[in-house]
């Protein structure tokens, strides 16, 4: 399916939320640290009820460690308000990775410069969206382009 990439996730709520949404679409989660939270937050197994047994996830001690552990060919999207090129103009594949920033900074610009980036439109008054909403907006635009939904 798709690979969810959050870097540096700040709140536990955004990230247990995330985990659940990785669990509904067999995503596989992968966490660069540091967190802005322990890893075993009460807050952050609460918005991922349950389903932490069915969440596919890797940690990752550094932005250089993801890095190494990346495929040779991988495809990373970096998905930024900063971006110029919609998400909807993105052809997606099997196993592409969407990559995330952190919730109140987003992702720095020499990580917005190593891959494509892709904004999600946002045609109202507000800068943002939540990160875990944008996560879900990501993924399912790649599942439905996949055709994974079913």
């Known amino acids: 399916m798709v690979r969810i990439v959050l870097y540096q996730p700040e709140i536990p709520q955004n990230a247990g939320n995330i985990a659940r949404t990785a669990a509904a679409t067999r995503s596989e989660l992968n966490l660069i640290r540091p967190f802005g939270f322990r890893w075993g937050d009460p807050r952050l197994k609460r918005a991922g009820l349950d389903y932490w047994p069915h969440v596919n996830y890797v940690l990752h001690d550094s932005w250089a460690a993801f890095l190494e552990a990346l495929p040779e060919g991988a495809r990373v999207w970096a998905f930024s308000t900063r971006a110029t090129r ?65």
Request: glycine letters at 10%.
């Open 86 to 150: 919609s998400l909807y103009e993105a052809r997606f594949q099997p196993g592409d990775y969407l990559l995330f920033g952190p919730e109140t900074r987003g992702l720095p610009p020499e990580v917005r410069a190593r891959f494509p980036a892709l904004r999600i439109p946002m045609p109202g008054p507000v800068r943002s969206l939540n990160l875990a909403v944008s996560v879900g907006v990501g993924v399912y635009e790649a599942l439905r382009q996949m055709r994974f939904l079913h």
